[in-house]
């Protein structure tokens, strides 16, 4: 290495004109500061050689990008930069040249000029100009005290640098030497190095300083607090120690040990399966590594609970008394004899075939027929445990198979927790409401369900939580839903139906007696001595105040009926109370429901239809008029596009067959037609309710009133052939409900009414037809 040393300078000797650049890319050069610098460009160091062979002068100036490049374009670099003189220099054997060179001064680029190798600029000296004054004392004074508490905090900078900076009496070359030393990016240096005014300048700094201390400060107090945990950790973990060897000295066992113990002894009591068993040990080896207060050793300890408290075994006898069970469901509930018949085939197949596996039931039909009760029934018949679920509202999939352990407060899904509750592993699992699932960006909770509704599958299930597979197979799952159309098919496919009806006026009048006013008595402290009903106040309860499919309204009414009577009773009145007709309005008010059969049905163009809800069947009716005007046809009653377009077909039938019906060939041509459905807030659609329009527009058309007490449903078509509807069960016991007498029906139809209760059948008389015209014949002919 070859080495030249810094001749004597002159203070006056002149800066020229004419520069040669070094472009810096990783620091900066501040006026009266020394920085060491290494030239490895073969350019730069031909400049350097120049430079010593002549007045040793360079200029440097900061590269706009901040990276090495191999040659540099005016464009690329600040036209701000600082004068300075190579104060040594040595060559190294690979030809790069280390620098220590000295800042003079300020200057601003003019002008880049070409010819050599390296960038050579004409500039602009700027001078310093000295201004002392309060302001600028007082900013010294701030800079020199924020940065003395810099570089104590700073354990990598020496501490005379803050002296240094105290003895310093120029503003400006106080500001330069702090700005080089600190902590700064090179945009932030470079503005510094452009501030001319010293007041700007020293703010600017005293800015970087403040935000610098700050930092330093506050990683201060960080590793401060730190290193108090850390010395808390170390102290505890030496009381720990000195706490193990004392119980090994008095020979008791630490607490993990005794926990692993206590899981061991678990597990082999257990008889897990073998994946069981093995994520088991697995676990429990990881415990027995960990220290009890890590967040882990809980997550592990739990794990360990959730399997080793599961009934994987334990299972509860089957009552396989088919006269008992049969004794049970009869106490329990009225009616349901297709539900009650299944249950009892389920357990006369258990009774022949033991490892028979559970079958996978949906009751389906409006709110309070009894679904879920029934539910409960089926547990205490077959002497099992009763689990319930409300899957209502329900849209994370987590909520079935369980979250993953690797989240905070992970737990098993409401499957695995309901298995848990139950303590054996073949309850009676009913998930309530399946038919008000949802799904969102969580997942598709439905979709999980159709693995643990598959008895081909459910041997298997795997919560995401337990990791490990569980037999689902012994349990009985019973689902329930109002309407089926929400449940996705795949899992409709996996459920055997039974569909639930509504109950006809007697059967409610039975089910009162036997367990609604019973229960009711019961729950508000009255004997059956103090009050009781006649069957005819239960008539006008069930047909004026409910209308329903079910019996929540009813049950309702006669609570409302018990407080009044418990009002009497606690005021002092404490003679018996018998609920008759005439005294049913004194506890409940006025009837709610009058039958509008006879009164809607005496002028023409009225007819009623028959309609399905979510609650049951609905009598509709539908009401036709016309007036002067040019043929045009006009919907109200909030009908949906369905029922616009069976109105529409009706209308063109009957004017294809005018001359059948009736009806003048220029009626169409002088009147419009106006039908409507009541009531009008209330949405409609279907195809069913065809029959009934065409059944009201013939009324009106020929003035012929329709029989009385008579309704009808079906679809039609142009050709004027009634197809086939669904709700058949649901819309024949709501006729029944309102007092009809005759319906009219799809011949397709005729299969349906073996579901409806025996009495009802002969209490209605039945017309199946395929032909509009026969329809007519039967609802128009009362002359």
């Known amino acids: 290495m070859t080495e030249q040393k810094q001749p004597v300078v002159s203070k006056a000797q002149k800066i020229p004109e004419f520069l040669p650049i070094l472009p810096l890319f990783d620091t900066a050069l501040f006026p009266k500061m020394v920085l060491p610098l290494v030239v490895m460009q073969k350019e730069s160091v031909q400049l350097v050689d120049e430079a010593m062979s002549k007045d040793r002068i360079i200029g440097l100036l ?62 602009e000296h700027i001078k310093e100009k000295t201004e002392k004054n309060k302001e600028i004392d007082a900013l010294m004074s701030n800079i ?41 990016t090179l945009k932030e240096k470079q503005k510094i190095l452009e501030l001319i005014d010293i007041k700007k300048r020293l703010k600017e700094v005293a800015r970087l300083v403040r935000y610098q201390q700050e930092v330093l400060e506050l990683g201060h107090k960080i590793q401060s607090q730190v290193k108090g945990g850390m010395d808390k950790q170390q102290r505890e973990y030496y009381l720990r120690q000195q706490l193990k060897a004392i119980k090994e000295e008095l020979g008791e066992k630490d607490e993990t040990t005794v926990e692993v113990e206590e899981y061991t002894a678990k597990v082999k009591e257990k008889k897990l399966p073998e994946e069981a068993l093995k994520e088991a040990e697995r676990e429990i080896n990881r415990l027995s590594r960990m220290h009890p207060s890590s967040a882990e050793y809980t997550v592990a300890s739990t794990y360990l609970d959730w399997l080793t408290t599961l009934p994987w075994h334990e299972s509860t006898k089957d009552n396989l008394d088919i006269k008992k069970a049969r004794r049970i469901l009869d106490q329990d509930h009225f009616g349901l004899k297709k539900p009650k018949k299944r249950v009892i085939e389920y ?69 695995i927790q309901g298995i848990r509750r139950a303590e054996s592993n073949n309850p009676v699992f009913m998930l309530d409401e399946i038919d008000k699932l949802g799904s969102d960006f969580r997942g598709d909770p439905s979709s999980a369900l159709l693995e643990v509704l598959d008895p081909e599958q459910n041997f298997s299930f795997t919560d995401h939580y337990l990791d490990v597979s569980f037999d689902l197979s012994n349990v009985m799952f019973i689902t329930t839903a109002n309407i089926l159309d929400t449940v996705p098919p795949a899992l409709r496919d996996r459920m055997e139906v039974l569909e639930l009806l509504g109950y006809t006026q007697d059967d409610k009048i039975k089910i009162a007696t036997r367990f609604l006013i019973p229960r009711q008595r019961e729950a508000h402290g009255l004997a059956a001595s103090q009050i009781s009903f006649t069957k005819g106040a239960l008539n006008r309860i069930i047909s004026g105040y409910t209308r329903e499919a079910g019996l929540r309204n009813l049950e309702r009414e006669i609570a409302n009926i018990c407080r009044g009577v418990a009002t009497r009773i606690a005021e002092g009145n404490k003679e018996p109370v018998t609920i008759r007709v005439k005294n049913v309005s004194g506890y409940l008010g006025p009837v709610r429901f009058a039958s509008e059969v006879s009164a809607r049905t005496l002028t023409p163009g009225v007819a009623m239809g028959l309609a399905w809800t979510q609650a049951g069947g609905e009598l509709l009716f539908v009401e036709a008029t016309a007036m002067k005007g040019k043929g045009k046809l006009t919907l109200t009653g909030q009908l949906g596009d369905i029922m616009k377009e069976s ?118 008389r039945f017309y199946f037809i395929d032909k509009m015209l026969d329809v007519l014949k039967i609802a128009l002919n009362n002359t």
């Open 647 to 764: 109105a529409t077909a009706a209308l063109s039938f009957i004017r294809s067959n005018a001359g059948l019906l009736g009806v003048g060939e220029d009626f169409f041509d002088k009147h419009d037609i106006h039908i409507h459905v009541p009531a009008g807030a209330i949405p409609k659609d279907g195809p069913s309710a065809g029959v009934t329009i065409l059944t009201a527009l013939s009324s009106l058309l020929t003035d012929k009133t329709i029989v009385k007490d008579l309704a009808m449903t079906g679809e039609i078509t142009l050709r004027g052939e009634v197809l086939p509807v669904g709700g058949i069960k649901e819309k024949v016991l709501a006729a029944h409900r309102a007092g009809i007498k005759t319906l009219i029906m799809p011949k397709w139809n005729q299969k349906d009414l073996e579901d409806i209760p025996e009495k009802v059948r002969n209490e209605i």
């Open 347 to 415: 357990l006369a197949v258990r009774k022949l075939k033991p490892e028979s596996k559970g079958p996978i039931l949906c009751f389906a039909g409006p709110p309070g027929t009894g679904k879920t009760s029934l539910g409960r029934s089926i547990a205490r018949a077959l002497g099992r445990k009763f689990i319930h679920i409300s899957l209502g509202g329900v849209r994370d999939e987590a909520e079935i198979r369980g979250h993953r352990r690797t989240y905070i407060g992970a737990l098993p899904g409401r499957i």
């Open 62 to 123: 900061i590269s706009k990008s901040g990276t090495i490049k191999a040659s540099y374009t005016a464009a690329d670099l600040y036209s701000v930069g600082a004068s300075a003189l190579i104060l040594k220099m040595a060559k190294t054997e690979d030809n790069k040249a280390q620098l220590l060179v000295q800042g003079l001064e300020r200057f601003k680029v003019t002008e880049f000029v070409g010819g050599k190798p390296y960038l050579r600029v004409r500039v």
């Open 144 to 184: 020199v005290s924020m940065f003395a508490r810099v570089v104590e905090l700073s354990p990598g900078m020496p501490q005379e640098i803050g002296a240094m900076a105290n003895s310093i009496q120029e503003p400006g070359i106080l500001a330069d030497m702090v700005a080089s030393i600190i902590n700064s």
